[in-house]
């Protein structure tokens, strides 16, 4: 069985400082990941994906994460944050052997004060 | 570009009663299309997927139904709503497998 872990459920910084949220993950081979974001009352937006290679991956809006294999982790990190980053952000996990299937961690809130 | 739209925007239905929620997909052929189920302030539930017109397949039982009617088209319905049914339903669409595109949702309330 996959699942995901993300062990902050709410994380609060100023802006201007950096940023790390936590995903952890379970899967017996490297699966498929993803940072989602989501804003009050809409969808989710996917901020960035790995499959495979580089570890360190580049998304929109300056967010980055990186994926350890050792670790079992896929953290999503920005080194300044701005207010409007304020939303709720979720760790995704795809199996590679199940292309359709996608488990969400609890996700994380993300509060930035002024 | 692609496009999802979802609809109702909201909803508020009766115990009981039947409901029926739509998805469009304009700009992909063939995509892949998917139900999820968020609870207030809660993580996302798969409830449906379909890789093609005709054929969908049920990852949790909710005492919902899915159906794909067309290439572009997703439904999710009952015919009798629960008040556990109340929360944000989101539809998806994927090339294939991988990463998964959202629409922008629909608020069930069930009184």
């Known amino acids: 069985a996959q699942s995901v872990t993300q062990p902050d459920a709410r994380v609060t910084v100023s802006e201007g400082a950096s940023l790390q949220l936590r995903c952890k993950y379970s899967y017996s081979a490297t699966p498929y990941l993803f940072w989602y974001v989501q804003y009050p009352r809409q969808g989710l937006q996917l901020l960035l994906k790995y499959y495979s290679g580089d570890p360190v991956v580049q998304g929109v809006n300056s967010f980055e994460a990186e994926f350890s294999k050792s670790n079992s982790s896929f953290h999503l990190q920005k080194a300044s944050v701005h207010w409007s980053d304020s939303a709720v952000y979720f760790c995704?996990?795809?199996?590679?052997?199940?292309?359709?299937?996608?488990?969400f961690g609890q996700g994380t809130i993300l509060k930035v004060y002024l | 570009a692609q496009t999802i739209h979802q609809w109702p925007v909201a909803e508020i239905k009766a115990v009981g009663s039947p409901l029926s929620l739509g998805c469009t997909i304009k700009?992909?052929?063939?995509?892949?299309l998917y139900w999820y189920w968020q609870a207030t302030g809660g993580t996302l539930q798969q409830l449906f997927y379909s890789i093609t017109v005709g054929q969908v397949e049920s990852v949790v039982q909710l005492n919902l139904s899915a159906s794909r009617p067309k290439d572009d088209q997703f439904i999710l319905s009952t015919e009798k709503l629960l008040l556990s049914h109340s929360g944000f339903y989101l539809c998806?669409?994927?090339?294939?497998?991988?990463?998964?595109?959202f629409g922008p949702g629909t608020r069930l309330t069930v009184l």
């Open positions: 998806a669409w994927s090339p294939q497998g991988g990463e998964q595109y």
């Open positions: 700009g992909k052929s063939s995509p892949n």
């Open positions: 995704a996990l795809s199996p590679t052997s199940s292309g359709q299937k996608l488990v």
